[in-house]
């Protein structure tokens, strides 16, 4: 048994996880709120989002900065790096009505906002 | 500079805990510094593969690809500490023996060292490729000198590695017959919040829409982007605005280990009595 059960382990958790992300991938982003947002010169733009309550939305982020920024909010329970000159999308989960701030974790001072779910 | 040396320092730390804790549960079991090494150096040579590659590795999954190698990297190191708990369980009891009466470190057998590199690896994988894209923008920009960049980015690190050195330290002055006991639990509570951040990532990628709403937000009392919080959120997987989820698979994470480690020790102790009858 020795070295056969983290194999087994492994594949107890990969097998089942997969079937279920390819399940779930093919109903995914339905009736979303897709709001645009950029950086340039380390700030956002807007700088205040608004999103429906207790819908999912989507903020399709768009960096026209070169480097790099991290889009970090712990309020909205998010992090994702977008490369410079490039642009990701963050999925925001149903929020409850209030203000969640976030800000660009490379660029503190300058790059932040916040979600308003109203 | 400082700025830089804060960003750098806040994203090594997380990486230095992890290295503290495996070398300290790990202490008298021959060579281990070398395959801790050889983790730490694979893991700083992957963060600049993945940093390279970041916004294709982003396109990925329909641009969650980044979450979704995120939480990848989480679970291996979740499985891999949950291996090395039941190993440890099953040879700590020796290795402390032999430690403790010859005041040396103990072969035990090489291949599950193999698992002290890859968590040290995958500790330094994630949050390193951050600190590459961070450190790669601001020469980039060259707004601030090349100096400030390698100077603020060494002060960083070393900072990192401070901290791994302090919490190593602290543990090894725990007794080596209590050394273990101390180190599982903190192994299992360590593998128990990788698990919520796995889960964390794979929620933000929109793949598990259940129990996503806050269980309790304590993020007034002990914010988790202040210095305790942020020891707290890398030993011990605090999270001050978790998801029910989250908490599901902390708790089940912690409870599969703890169970795991436990049948193996009372096999292990069977035996022995066994064998001194």
């Known amino acids: 048994m020795r070295g056969v059960r983290p194999k087994r382990m492994g594949t107890a958790v990969a097998v089942p996880l997969v079937a279920w992300m390819l399940a779930v991938g093919t109903v995914r982003g339905d009736d979303l709120t897709v709001v645009a947002v950029t950086i340039r010169d380390h700030r956002f733009g807007p700088s205040e989002i608004h999103v429906p309550a207790g819908r999912p939305a989507r903020l399709d ?40 701030p976030f800000v660009g974790e490379y660029h503190e001072d300058t790059a932040k906002g916040e979600v308003v779910a109203d | 500079m400082l700025a830089t040396a804060l960003i750098v320092f806040r994203e090594m730390l997380e990486a230095g805990l992890v290295v503290g804790v495996v070398l300290a549960a790990t202490r008298g079991v021959r060579r281990r510094g070398a395959w801790a090494a050889l983790g730490v150096a694979a893991g700083v040579a992957g963060a600049g593969v993945v ?110 590695a401070l901290v791994s050195t302090l919490l190593y330290l602290g543990l090894t002055a725990v007794p080596v017959r209590k050394l273990f006991a101390v180190t599982s639990t903190l192994i299992t509570l360590l593998a128990a919040g990788l698990a919520a951040q796995a889960v964390a990532f794979v929620q933000q990628s929109g793949y598990l829409e259940v129990w996503t709403s806050t269980a309790w937000d304590s993020s007034r009392w002990l914010p988790e982007d202040g210095l305790p919080g942020r020891v707290l959120h890398a030993l011990v997987g605090y999270t001050d605005r978790p998801s029910g989820a989250q908490i599901v698979v902390y708790l089940a994470v912690l409870l599969v280990i703890a169970g795991l480690t436990r049948v193996v020790r009372s096999r292990v102790l069977g035996a022995a009595g066994r064998a001194a009858a």
Request: aromatic share 4%.
């Open chain 1, 61 to 100: 982020i768009t960096n026209q900065d070169p480097t790099a920024e991290e889009f970090d909010s712990p309020a909205l329970k998010v992090e994702k790096v977008i490369a410079g000159g490039k642009s990701g999308s963050v999925r925001i989960r149903p929020l409850e009505r209030g203000r969640y």
């Open chain 2, 51 to 160: 940093a390279a590659l970041a916004d294709r590795l982003a396109a990925l999954a329909q641009g969650t690809g980044q979450e979704l190698f995120n939480a990848a990297v989480l679970t291996l190191a979740v499985v891999m500490l949950a291996w090395h708990n039941t190993w440890m369980a099953k040879h700590g009891r020796e290795i402390a023996d032999r430690a403790s009466r010859l005041g040396a470190a103990v072969a035990a057998g090489e291949r599950p060292l193999i698992v002290v590199s890859v968590i040290c690896g995958v500790a330094l994988l994630r949050e390193g490729a951050e600190v590459v894209l961070f450190l790669y923008g601001i020469a980039v920009s060259g707004r601030t000198g090349t100096n400030t960049m390698v100077v603020g980015g060494a002060i960083g690190l070393l900072g990192g």
